[in-house]
């Protein structure tokens, strides 16, 4: 269930709420099922995946990629599988965990495990959004925000993209206020 964290400590954790205080960000946030295939759920419960089981957990969830390429002209997808013996993790999640936006939309399916998206809303006050398994976030083209796992530091996220070049960190350099959990 996400939750979202206002820097006053107001937190929402019902869909509807966090929809209302995502709005002015155009952020989509859905849920989708992961389903019950038990050779799936087996797959998301290990720490590390070979190319061809994320390709076979891919596969398994491509009914959400079809209505992607159909709606909204998504071209690709990969697995992204984060644990805490992920060589070099730091270094990797170090690009993201700073303030910056893309110039395409970030689009993430988490299926296991959490991340922490924040963001910059127009007014300028911030926001943290905790993601879980089941969690379909959209954060549009140049939406400033952050990214940084929880202290159980696991993750696997499809990514969808309509091209792999709008999706490098332009920094902006606006400092983070606060954060609901340590970086990891």
């Known amino acids: 269930m996400a939750i979202l964290q206002l820097e006053n400590g107001t937190a929402y954790t019902q869909l509807d709420d966090i929809a209302r205080e995502l709005a002015p960000l155009n952020v989509e946030l859905n849920r989708w099922p992961v389903g019950d295939d038990p050779v799936i759920q087996s797959l998301l419960a290990q720490d590390v995946l070979s190319d061809a089981q994320k390709e076979q957990v891919l596969q398994a969830l491509d009914s959400y990629f079809e209505q992607l390429k159909q709606t909204a002209g998504y071209q690709s997808r990969d697995l992204i599988v984060l644990h805490p013996e992920t060589p ?31 963001f910059v809303r127009p007014d300028g006050t911030q926001v943290e959004l905790t993601v879980q398994a089941e969690e379909y976030i959209n954060v549009p083209a140049n939406t400033e925000h952050w990214f940084y796992l929880t202290g159980l530091q696991r993750i696997k996220a499809v990514r969808y993209f309509t091209t792999m070049a709008g999706w490098v960190p332009e920094y902006t350099g606006t400092e983070i206020k606060f954060r609901t959990a340590a970086v990891v």
């Open 88 to 118: 070099n993790l730091k270094t990797l999640l170090s690009k993201f965990n700073l303030c910056h936006y893309h110039t395409d939309d970030e689009v993430r399916y988490i299926v296991a495990g959490e991340g922490v998206f924040g």
